[in-house]
T-cell receptor, first 113, second 109 residues
Framework: KAGVTQTPRYLIKTRGQQVTLSCSPI?????VSWYQQTPGQGLQFLFE???????NKGNFPGRFSGRQFSNSRSEMNVSTLELGDSALYLC????????????FGPGTRLTVL | EDQVTQSPEALRLQEGESSSLNCSYT??????LFWYRQDPGKGPEFLFT???AGEEKEKERLKATLTKKESFLHITAPKPEDSATYLC??????????FGAGTTVTVRA
């Protein structure tokens, strides 16, 4: 079974731009969560989507948004990029229940110049 | 606020030298504690889920245990391929996952 895939794997943007990251979950998984990983803050939860609805949300500003499509694929958008948004963005998928184990993708490395 | 503290930050082991990693936590209504392994440049790889105090899980050279306040990941007779960062995460009653900073394990041949 194919794992979680994320595209693109690497991205370089400049301050003020916006970016969209994509995540395809494991087949049959209906929940997708997004995380930001930085050396200073570690892994931090952004939000979770299930059945095209945001089910849970972390403590990030409104510049960070996401959506989920009917095929469970998800996108994350960051607007008005700041230098501090440079990070590894990880997507994780799980079956359906919030308690189900989350399986992570390889991440998208975003660099903001 | 939920807190997860992992110690030590880094661990250097000789091949075959067993050791333990600690994950202490304070969380409102623990639903589950998760252990992940992360290699450089990759996403975390799931290892174990523990749900209640006293529970133990094993996989090859790894064994995870859980008490009411902490979890241990025991590495028995490690090999160089066990070198990685090990992450602990707790799921609170609101189902959010909070991760610790991780323990970076280096196993020398």
């Amino acid at each position: 079974k194919a794992g979680v895939t994320q595209t693109p794997r690497y991205l370089i943007k400049t301050r003020g731009q916006q970016v969209t990251l994509s995540c395809s979950p494991i087949s049959g998984h209906r929940s997708v969560s997004w995380y930001q990983q930085t050396p200073g803050q570690g892994l931090q939860f952004l939000f979770e989507y299930f059945s095209e609805t945001q089910r849970n949300k972390g403590n990030f500003p409104g510049r960070f948004s996401g959506r989920q499509f009917s095929n469970s694929r998800s996108e994350m958008n960051v607007s008005t990029l700041e230098l501090g948004d440079s990070a590894l963005y990880l997507c994780a998928s799980s079956l359906s229940s919030p308690q189900d184990t989350q399986y992570f993708g390889p991440g998208t490395r975003l660099t903001v110049l | 606020e939920d807190q997860v503290t992992q110690s030590p930050e880094a661990l250097r082991l000789q091949e075959g030298e067993s050791s333990s990693l600690n994950c202490s936590y304070t969380v409102s209504g623990l639903r589950g504690l998760f252990w992940y392994r992360q290699d450089p440049g990759k996403g975390p790889e799931f290892l174990f889920t523990l749900y209640s105090a006293g529970e133990e899980k094993e996989k090859e050279r790894l064994k995870a245990t859980l008490t009411k306040k902490e979890s241990f990941l025991h590495i028995t007779a490690p090999k160089p391929e066990d070198s990685a960062t090990y992450l602990c995460a707790v799921q609170a009653e609101d189902y959010k996952l909070s991760f610790g900073a991780g323990t970076t394990v280096t196993v020398r041949a």
